[in-house]
C-alpha cells in the first residue's frame, strides 16, 4: 500500500544514558506516524469515534540499526502490508532527514476494538475503503 512520511524533531528528554534516543520512546514515534497518516486520509479520531471503534497496537517488532541524538530530524515512512478481519499489519522504516541508513525498521500489528468494551471486532467498511482507495490510486 501507498507509503506515507513525516517528519519528527528528536527531543532533549528521549535520549537515554548514553545519549541516544531511548528505545521505549520509538514505539511513540511509529503511533504518531500511524495517527497521522490515518489522519491523512480522512480516517480522524472524530471518524473513529463515530463508528465506535479505534485502533490498538497489540504487537510491535523493533529492530534498531543506529542511533538518533537530540536534534535530530526524523523521517518516519509507514504503509499497510495488509488489512484483514480485525487486523492491520503496519511497516516501518525511520531514518534521518535526506539520509538513505535506517535507523530503525518495524512492524506493528494493530487490531480493532468496540470503544465501550475494548475487544477486537471487524475493521469497517467505511476505514478500509479509506486506505483502499489510495492504494487503488496508486
Known amino acids: 500500500?501507498?507509503?506515507?512520511?513525516?517528519?519528527?524533531?528528536?527531543?532533549?528528554?528521549?535520549?537515554?544514558?548514553?545519549?541516544?534516543?531511548?528505545?521505549?520512546?520509538?514505539?511513540?514515534?511509529?503511533?504518531?506516524?500511524?495517527?497521522?497518516?490515518?489522519?491523512?486520509?480522512?480516517?480522524?479520531?472524530?471518524?473513529?469515534?463515530?463508528?465506535g471503534g479505534v485502533f490498538v497496537m497489540r504487537r510491535v517488532e523493533i529492530d534498531y540499526l543506529r542511533p538518533a541524538v537530540a536534534g535530530d530530524t526524523l523521517e518516519v515512512t509507514t504503509w499497510l502490508k495488509e488489512m484483514r478481519g480485525t487486523r492491520a499489519f503496519r511497516r516501518y522504516e525511520i531514518r534521518k532527514q535526506d539520509q538513505e541508513d535506517l535507523l530503525v525498521t518495524a512492524e506493528a500489528l494493530w487490531v480493532w476494538v468496540d470503544v465501550n468494551t475494548m475487544r477486537p471486532r471487524p475493521i469497517p467498511r467505511e476505514i478500509m475503503?479509506?486506505?483502499?482507495q489510495v492504494q487503488n490510486l496508486g
Open 1 to 51: 500500500m501507498q507509503p506515507f512520511k513525516t517528519l519528527l524533531r528528536v527531543r532533549h528528554y528521549e535520549m537515554d544514558a548514553l545519549g541516544h534516543v531511548n528505545n521505549a520512546v520509538y514505539q511513540n514515534y511509529l503511533e504518531q506516524a500511524a495517527i497521522e497518516h490515518s489522519e491523512n486520509l480522512g480516517a480522524t479520531l472524530d471518524i473513529y469515534r463515530e463508528l
Open 129 to 132: 475503503d479509506k486506505f483502499l
